[in-house]
């Protein structure tokens, strides 16, 4: 018995010694292989564990996956398990460690940010503000292919007080255009959603006058019809004639779905690459040091020029000190490679790639963690 | 012995003439279940009533542990709840969970109405395949087309929820629209707080659910309707009824109440349905107006669309108060259908 025991353990120890070996080996020549394609500046530091693990938001479930993949194309042999459980889900599995970091649509709240500090062995938890994805307002008005609106006529829109396509308020701004003399169908999200929150959030920060109702993650406008999911939001939009609804970039993008611009007072924004990322180069850090809890109602009361300011913005949660070193390499090297080589093809999974401004504080932050 | 003398005479077409053909035969003698009093009982015996007991007893300690753990949960939200549970029907606010505005009406008001119109549709169709695969078809037809039928039920009804927004909604528009239009001095076809043309609608949820509950009440009712005795349906053909006037004077009255039960089996289902009426419904924010073109949340579908974001035990306590009502109500749908079925037996 003992003897065969020990034949296992010596065949498990070779194979891990294997093992390492050839994943350590692959890892330079996969490290060098970038750096002589020339895809990224910055070097890849691939240290500590193989195998992190992150639970949380699902809103940015498809940027921690192209995340993920390009980690392990720049560092062989590393992979992230993400578990889309949700924001609350997963900040309450980071303060059980029971994952690495958490992700999370909203920063810390304040009974939060003790428990996270016990996590990390008395230092604080720091929210980093990673992955930004735009949120449409995906209309459906046969003959209307430019749309304009604002914080407050949408806020009208969803609490009921607009009702029809040919609004003077929506004339107002919308002139040239022949607005038809039809109902206006609202679409909001109806499960539970990071999305519902933000846009609520950003018309109680654009346009306090006109939403009471608040924010929170389950719709409470009180006009319009709920469909389930991203999916169901569009399904609703592309069935229903004078809809308008809000919903992600990408599966807007996708059902070819028209979307609206907005005027927050400097002229009509449309959604693009360009005018996200200059809302997310505009945005501002609550306080002034490594944790970057964003100021959002700043972001989106913004009335800059060219700058589209409604979006989900979803942090990272990670411990600033109290990681094993072993697992506070791999943290630090999963951040480093997502904020740099990560972000070239985010655009394409309906992100918006951060611009260099903020990269910069971010890494300097990433940096930071011991 | 007069009785006997009566079988030659009665009308066929007669409603009751199926009982007149049956009763001459006497019930035989119920079983005793303890045939063995006093004798040696062995130790197989006893393990195997050892077994039955405990399995008995389990399924009612699992039903009370399930009831006690709503309660349990239930109970904590409920004391933070600003609005009255029965009759508040607005939207949930369960953000700041010290004040929470939670209450069932119109869970209540859409999970009755969408599982009745279901029950509707389904019912006369699942009673006509039953007769038909039990009397009219050929026999070699019969045994595929039922497997057919229960095929129904092995569709999983996430499949079910997409056909029925993506496939069969816009199939249905044009009809709901005309419905919509020409009969809206119908509380059934008013309109309602979800758009027609969009589909996600309780008339679409209840066609859907219809199909879905239609395989449930068929094999229930095929069951029965094939037990009823070869000598009836003999006899009533040799009094020179039609295949019809047999259906109607032996097997309809013979397996009435395996049909209703059947149908009560499908109202459970219809009751708990989850993920199809998500899909299906759209969310709304006004009240429920008792028409078809609304939308609207089944007790379930509340539940499913927010369970993901649960991070409070008095925010899902909130929404297990409303699974504690949709417990007790299925327990009442089939306490009725067992006190239905019984009734009608013991006639």
Request: aromatic share 8%; net charge neutral.
């Given at each position: 018995?003992?003897l065969?025991?020990?034949a296992?353990?010596a065949?498990?120890?070779?194979?891990?010694g294997?093992?390492?070996?050839?994943?350590?080996?692959?890892?330079?020549?996969?490290?060098?292989?970038?750096?002589?394609?020339?895809?990224?500046?910055?070097?890849?530091d691939?240290?500590?564990?193989?195998?992190?693990?992150?639970e949380?938001?699902?809103?940015?479930?498809?940027?921690?996956?192209?995340?993920n993949?390009?980690w392990?194309?720049?560092?062989?042999?590393?992979?992230?398990?993400?578990?889309?459980?949700g924001?609350?889900a997963?900040?309450?599995?980071?303060?059980?460690?029971?994952?690495?970091?958490?992700?999370?649509?909203?920063?810390?709240?304040?009974?939060?940010?003790?428990?996270a500090?016990?996590?990390?062995?008395?230092?604080?938890?720091w929210?980093?503000?990673?992955?930004?994805?735009?949120v449409?307002?995906?209309?459906?008005?046969?003959?209307v292919?430019?749309?304009?609106?604002?914080?407050?006529?949408?806020?009208?829109?969803?609490?009921?007080q607009?009702?029809?396509?040919?609004?003077?308020?929506?004339?107002?701004l919308?002139?040239?255009?022949?607005?038809p003399?039809?109902?206006?169908?609202?679409v909001y999200?109806?499960d539970?959603?990071?999305?519902?929150?933000n846009?609520?959030?950003?018309?109680?920060a654009?346009?306090p006058?006109?939403?009471?109702?608040?924010?929170?993650k389950?719709f409470?406008?009180?006009?319009?019809?709920?469909?389930?999911?991203?999916s169901?939001?569009?399904?609703a939009?592309?069935?229903?004639?004078?809809?308008?609804?809000y919903?992600?970039?990408?599966?807007?993008?996708?059902a070819?779905l028209?979307?609206?611009?907005?005027?927050?007072?400097?002229?009509?924004?449309?959604?693009?690459?360009?005018?996200?990322?200059?809302?997310v180069?505009?945005?501002?850090?609550?306080?002034?040091?490594?944790?970057l809890t964003?100021d959002?109602?700043?972001?989106?009361?913004?009335?800059?020029?060219?700058s589209y300011?409604?979006?989900?913005?979803?942090y990272?949660?990670?411990?600033?000190?109290?990681?094993d070193?072993?697992?506070?390499?791999?943290v630090?090297?999963?951040?480093?490679?997502?904020?740099?080589?990560?972000?070239a093809?985010?655009?394409?999974?309906?992100?918006?790639?951060?611009?260099?401004?903020?990269?910069e504080?971010?890494?300097?932050s990433?940096?930071?963690?011991? | 012995?007069?009785d006997?003398?009566?079988?030659?005479?009665p009308?066929?077409?007669?409603?009751?003439?199926?009982?007149?053909?049956?009763?001459?035969?006497?019930?035989?003698?119920?079983?005793s279940?303890?045939?063995?009093?006093?004798?040696?009982?062995?130790?197989?015996?006893?393990?195997?009533?050892?077994?039955?007991e405990?399995?008995?007893?389990?399924?009612?300690?699992?039903?009370?542990?399930?009831?006690?753990?709503?309660?349990?949960?239930?109970?904590p939200?409920?004391?933070?709840n600003?609005?009255?549970?029965?009759?508040?029907g607005?939207?949930?606010?369960?953000?700041?969970?010290?004040?929470?505005?939670?209450?069932?009406?119109?869970?209540?008001?859409?999970?009755?109405?969408?599982?009745?119109?279901?029950?509707?549709?389904?019912m006369?169709?699942?009673?006509?395949?039953?007769t038909?695969?039990?009397?009219?078809?050929?026999?070699?037809?019969?045994?595929?087309?039922g497997y057919?039928?229960?095929?129904l039920?092995?569709?999983?009804?996430?499949v079910?929820?997409?056909?029925?927004l993506?496939?069969l909604?816009?199939?249905?528009?044009?009809?709901?629209?005309w419905?919509?239009?020409?009969?809206?001095?119908?509380?059934l076809?008013?309109?309602?707080?979800?758009?027609v043309?969009?589909?996600?609608?309780?008339?679409?949820?209840?066609?859907?659910?219809?199909?879905?509950?239609?395989?449930i009440?068929t094999?229930?009712?095929?069951?029965?309707?094939?037990?009823?005795?070869?000598?009836?349906?003999?006899?009533?053909?040799?009094?020179?009824?039609?295949?019809?006037?047999?259906?109607?004077?032996?097997?309809?009255?013979f397996?009435?109440?395996?049909?209703?039960s059947?149908?009560?089996l499908?109202l459970?289902?219809?009751?708990?349905?989850?993920?199809?009426?998500?899909?299906?419904?759209?969310?709304?924010?006004?009240?429920?107006?008792?028409?078809?073109?609304d939308?609207?949340?089944t007790?379930?579908s509340?539940?499913?669309?927010?369970?993901?974001?649960?991070n409070?035990?008095?925010?899902?306590?909130?929404?297990?108060?409303?699974?504690l009502?949709?417990?007790?109500?299925?327990f009442?749908?089939?306490?009725?259908?067992r006190?239905?079925?019984?009734?009608?037996?013991a006639?």
């Amino acid at each position: 018995m003992t003897l065969s025991a020990t034949a296992i353990a010596a065949l498990t120890l070779t194979a891990c010694g294997s093992d390492k070996n050839s994943s350590s080996s692959s890892s330079s020549a996969s490290g060098s292989g970038t750096s002589a394609a020339g895809t990224a500046s910055a070097k890849a530091d691939c240290g500590g564990k193989n195998s992190l693990t992150a639970e949380g938001s699902t809103a940015q479930q498809n940027a921690i996956a192209e995340f993920n993949k390009v980690w392990g194309q720049v560092c062989s042999g590393k992979t992230l398990a993400y578990n889309p459980t949700g924001s609350g889900a997963g900040v309450d599995q980071f303060i059980a460690k029971q994952v690495d970091f958490a992700g999370s649509d909203s920063a810390l709240k304040d009974d939060q940010v003790q428990k996270a500090a016990a996590r990390c062995g008395g230092n604080p938890a720091w929210n980093l503000p990673m992955v930004f994805g735009p949120v449409a307002m995906a209309y459906n008005i046969d003959g209307v292919d430019k749309l304009v609106v604002n914080a407050d006529v949408l806020a009208k829109i969803f609490q009921g007080q607009i009702t029809k396509w040919n609004d003077p308020a929506i004339a107002a701004l919308n002139s040239g255009t022949n607005l038809p003399d039809a109902d206006i169908k609202p679409v909001y999200r109806s499960d539970s959603s990071g999305t519902t929150d933000n846009f609520q959030k950003y018309l109680a920060a654009a346009a306090p006058q006109s939403w009471t109702k608040g924010a929170g993650k389950e719709f409470q406008g009180g006009a319009g019809e709920g469909a389930q999911k991203s999916s169901g939001v569009v399904q609703a939009i592309q069935a229903t004639p004078g809809s308008i609804g809000y919903v992600e970039k990408s599966p807007a993008a996708a059902a070819g779905l028209k979307n609206a611009e907005i005027d927050s007072g400097a002229g009509a924004v449309a959604l693009t690459d360009d005018s996200t990322k200059a809302a997310v180069a505009a945005a501002k850090v609550k306080g002034d040091g490594m944790d970057l809890t964003l100021d959002l109602a700043a972001l989106y009361a913004s009335k800059e020029a060219g700058s589209y300011p409604l979006m989900l913005a979803t942090y990272e949660i990670v411990c600033s000190k109290g990681y094993d070193a072993d697992t506070a390499a791999a943290v630090k090297s999963f951040l480093t490679v997502s904020a740099n080589q990560g972000q070239a093809n985010l655009s394409a999974a309906g992100y918006v790639p951060l611009p260099d401004s903020f990269k910069e504080r971010l890494l300097k932050s990433v940096d930071a963690i011991a | 012995m007069t009785d006997r003398l009566d079988v030659t005479t009665p009308n066929p077409a007669d409603a009751g003439s199926g009982e007149v053909l049956a009763s001459p035969f006497p019930e035989p003698e119920p079983i005793s279940t303890n045939p063995s009093k006093g004798a040696k009982v062995g130790l197989g015996d006893k393990i195997f009533r050892g077994l039955a007991e405990g399995a008995g007893i389990l399924i009612v300690v699992i039903i009370a542990a399930i009831g006690v753990f709503l309660l349990w949960r239930a109970i904590p939200a409920l004391a933070r709840n600003k609005e009255n549970f029965f009759l508040f029907g607005g939207n949930w606010v369960t953000t700041d969970t010290s004040a929470m505005h939670f209450g069932i009406l119109d869970l209540l008001q859409v999970t009755v109405f969408v599982s009745v119109f279901a029950l509707v549709l389904a019912m006369p169709v699942a009673l006509g395949i039953a007769t038909f695969l039990t009397q009219y078809s050929p026999r070699r037809l019969s045994g595929p087309l039922g497997y057919m039928v229960d095929l129904l039920a092995a569709v999983p009804s996430i499949v079910y929820g997409v056909w029925g927004l993506y496939v069969l909604a816009p199939v249905l528009k044009p009809f709901a629209l005309w419905l919509n239009k020409n009969l809206d001095w119908l509380f059934l076809f008013k309109t309602g707080n979800a758009s027609v043309a969009g589909g996600g609608t309780i008339f679409t949820a209840g066609i859907v659910l219809a199909v879905m509950i239609l395989p449930i009440i068929t094999a229930v009712t095929r069951e029965v309707f094939v037990q009823t005795p070869r000598g009836q349906i003999e006899a009533a053909l040799a009094l020179g009824a039609t295949r019809w006037e047999v259906v109607r004077t032996t097997v309809l009255p013979f397996g009435l109440s395996g049909y209703i039960s059947g149908a009560m089996l499908g109202l459970g289902r219809a009751l708990g349905e989850t993920i199809a009426l998500l899909i299906v419904l759209r969310g709304t924010q006004k009240a429920f107006s008792w028409t078809l073109f609304d939308g609207g949340y089944t007790f379930a579908s509340k539940i499913a669309a927010t369970a993901s974001e649960f991070n409070d035990q008095y925010k899902a306590g909130a929404y297990i108060a409303a699974g504690l009502v949709l417990f007790i109500l299925t327990f009442v749908v089939n306490s009725l259908a067992r006190a239905a079925v019984a009734g009608r037996g013991a006639k």
